[in-house]
């Protein structure tokens, strides 16, 4: 902005060789005193320094010189007054830079500030320059504010100080800067005004750092047009944009002072496209640590490959999150499964190894693995095409040979599996809305700590949250809904599932799953599963369910506690065990199952609440807590709630150890199992060996392996109907399945004993 060109105006004194009679040696109004013939000014033509000039002896104690002429003041505008000066002789006086205010009407504006900084001459014949600015608004660098009252002014300088010196000053200047505080005024710096052209193709990334290097804490704005940057772009100041971007893959726009979602949406006019570049700055600058998406629902068209929008990122071990937002889910072919058959081969020495792999450059990290005696979701976590090798997220327990398998490619709106590690990264407040089309999360195969918090995945196609690898090392997954679409689906034609982890240390506490197939399937050890409230019934009458939560290793060293487990069981199995017979180890041990409610309704009395189903032989319990828990059928009774499925093998229960299933409650259960198990035995008749039946009490058809008490409850009575006192001994494991105990006395007697039988 420059008053003097758009306005027209007249800002620079006359020069002194014009004559002196326009310049005061008052205060420049009309009438005054002008130094035209003065005894002590002169005009010197031809100064070694200033050319013509004006010579001035100092016999004031202020000495005035002021232009007579009338320099506009408009609101907004600022003038910078210069004068030029050097001591000639005599005492060296003090000079600053001066005006008079006036009103329209030439009255005089009292109380302003008319003078600007003084400025002691030090030598002779040094020149020495003296400015001010003048101007309506308090800004820095302004030495005279004087507000919107004053119309006009008239300037020049002062000499202030002793008398008798002898100064000369060059011919003054009034210039227009008010250029220099536009930014101050309006806020903002311009990008077109270094250099930017919104034409889509010319490189604007140097006026974009320009722009910013100006602003110093102001705004920087982009207006409309499309701007292309050729490379990446870091705003120090916050940014506008009312045009858009256009960037490559590999250019960084880092927006350090309003980083969010929103902003980057207004940035490149596209939700996706936004996102992607967030997420590339997010993982990309040190100065925030979290995307916030603003509450902003932004529609997905095709899966997010994560790692493909930031690829100078191979992995990321640096705490970050996405937060407060809603990825909403359009579009259909994008969203469908790649499948692909090969042929493959299994052998058991190398367990997580499928080797030659035909077709094995069209099968992709990420994949389901189906085939004969492959688990529940067994992922590819790597592959290697020179080699023609698949790496398996988990072994198979019975494919030892040549065969082919099908590997199934879900579509996830976030996959982090282009990165070979991903750790602490969290996302919270997010709902995923698959709408039926979409899977969730898809996590790196390498990681430690990925959390998932207060959000929804609400009607996945097919996954919640999957993990081809050990990128769930010590996954959190807290506070979360999963809700299916497959709600009027009989329970075991579902496809979906909820979550499933393959390494240690799984915590997934305080969830909400609905009508999935699974709700998880835990491969690792150490899980902690509480305060869940999952539900898998259907319609149907005597209906199917099935596992809410399935714990695939033998050894899970497990705790599931104060979860509500409604028309769903619990599944243990070893089906991630490549060589599933027992040959060592502690075959089905340390899992806790404590002060849970579990719910079932309309189900076939044979369903269980709690089964185990090995998948190769010589298995036993050998550490197994189930206390405190709530088990209750409506609309029908079941069995029991404890069920071995022997669809490969059995139980040993010649074995085990460490089983305590106790203080439990049943309503509406059949036979309620017990360990230890009190049994109140009868003996009318008089007999010199007593069989203790268990009556199937014993967890999962156990056998009377131990005897923790016997305790008499009546008198004993021999033939002779003669109280007498005796013990027997004990002779355990009888009966055609060992789940009875023989009392054998010295003599045959008749009474009531309590027994404490045990299956451990």
């Not at 020495?128 to 020049?156: C, K, L, N, Q």
Request: with cysteine.
């Amino acid at each position: 902005m420059n008053k003097a060109i758009t306005d027209g105006l007249v800002l620079m004194p006359t020069p002194f060789v014009d004559g002196l009679d326009v310049w005061s040696s008052e205060d420049g109004t009309a009438g005054s005193d002008t130094y035209d013939g003065a005894a002590n000014a002169a005009y010197v033509p031809a100064d070694s320094d200033f050319g013509g000039c004006l010579e001035l002896l100092k016999t004031q104690g202020t000495q005035r010189l002021r232009y007579m002429g009338q320099t506009p003041i408009l609101p907004g505008c600022y003038l910078r007054i210069t004068a030029r000066v050097k001591a000639i002789s005599g005492n060296l006086p003090t000079v600053r830079i001066a005006g008079f205010a006036a009103t329209a009407g030439g009255g005089h504006v009292s109380g302003l500030s008319e003078v600007g900084g003084d400025v002691t001459l030090q030598t002779y014949g040094s020149v020495v320059e003296v400015s001010a600015i003048v101007g309506s608004g308090a800004r820095g660098g302004v030495d005279m504010v004087w507000g919107a009252t004053p119309a006009y002014g008239h300037f020049g300088l002062d000499l202030t100080g002793p008398n008798g010196g002898v100064v000369r000053v060059d011919d003054l200047r009034i210039e227009d800067i008010t250029g220099a505080f536009h930014r101050d005024m309006m806020n903002w710096v311009d990008v077109r005004d270094f250099g930017a052209v919104g034409d889509g193709s010319t490189d604007c990334a140097a006026a974009f750092e320009a722009a910013d290097a100006a602003a110093d804490g102001k705004r920087v704005l982009v207006p409309e047009g499309v701007y292309f940057l050729g490379s990446s772009v870091t705003f120090e100041n916050p940014v506008e944009f009312e045009g858009t971007l256009s960037m490559g893959t590999g250019s960084i726009l880092s927006l350090t002072k309003n980083f969010d979602l929103p902003t980057y949406i207004n940035a490149f006019g596209n939700e996706e496209l936004a996102f992607k570049k967030a997420f590339q700055s997010l993982l990309n600058n040190a100065d925030h640590e979290s995307l916030d998406m603003g509450g902003r629902r932004i529609t997905i068209t095709e899966p997010i490959d994560l790692q493909g929008a930031v690829p100078n990122r191979g992995s990321y071990a640096q705490r970050r999150h996405i937060a407060n937002g809603q990825f909403y889910v359009s579009g259909d072919t994008a969203w469908e499964p790649d499948v692909v058959t090969s042929q493959a081969t299994y052998a058991t020495s190398n367990g997580r190894t499928l080797r030659n792999v035909a077709n094995v450059a069209n099968i992709q990290v990420g994949s389901l693995v189906t085939g004969n005696g492959v688990g529940r979701e067994v992922y590819v976590r790597a592959v290697d095409v020179p080699t023609q090798e698949v790496t398996l997220s988990q072994p198979l327990y019975d494919a030892a040979g040549t065969q082919n398998y099908t590997f199934t490619r879900f579509k996830y709106i976030l996959d982090f599996s282009g990165f070979s590690k991903v750790s602490a990264f969290s996302i919270l407040d997010v709902e995923l809305q698959c709408n039926s089309k979409a899977s969730g999360i898809l996590l790196s195969p390498s990681g430690v700590a990925f959390h998932f918090r207060d959000s929804f995945i609400t009607r996945p196609k097919h996954r919640g949250i999957t993990s081809c690898g050990e990128g769930c090392q010590g996954l959190l997954v807290d506070r979360c809904q999963f809700i299916t679409h497959e709600g009027g689906v009989p329970s075991q034609d579902r496809i979906s599932v909820a979550i499933n982890c393959n390494a240690n240390d799984f915590k997934l506490r305080n969830n909400r799953a609905s009508q999935l197939r699974h709700f998880a399937v835990i491969g690792g050890e150490n899980a902690m599963v509480t305060g869940n409230h999952f539900f898998q019934g259907d319609d149907e009458t005597d209906g199917v369910r099935t596992a809410g939560i399935v714990f695939a290793q033998g050894f899970t060293s497990a705790t599931f506690d104060g979860n509500y487990v409604d028309n769903a069981f619990l599944e243990w199995s070893n089906e991630y065990d490549n060589e599933p017979d027992f040959s060592g180890g502690f075959s089905f041990g340390s899992l806790s199952i404590t002060d849970n409610v579990f719910l079932s309704g309309d189900v076939a009395p044979w369903f269980g609440y709690i089964v185990i189903k090995p998948h190769g032989s010589g298995h036993f319990i050998t550490g197994l807590n189930v206390t405190g828990n709530k088990f209750r059928s409506i609309n029908g009774t079941i069995d029991r709630v404890d069920r071995v499925d022997t669809s490969f093998s059995d139980l040993d229960m010649s074995k085990g150890k460490n089983i305590l299933f106790a203080g439990n409650t049943f309503h509406n259960v059949v036979t309620a199992a017990h360990n230890p198990l009190r049994v109140a035995h009868d003996q009318n008749t008089h007999q010199s060996t007593w069989t203790v039946r268990t009556a199937g009490k014993l967890p999962f058809g156990g056998r009377a392996r131990g005897v923790d008490g016997l305790v008499p409850t009546s008198k004993l009575k021999n033939t002779a109907n003669v109280t007498v006192y005796d013990m027997p001994n004990v002779n355990l494991e009888q009966g055609s399945d060992g789940s009875e105990v023989d009392l054998r006395w010295g003599n045959s007697y008749a009474g009531d004993m309590t027994v404490i039988v045990r299956m451990d």
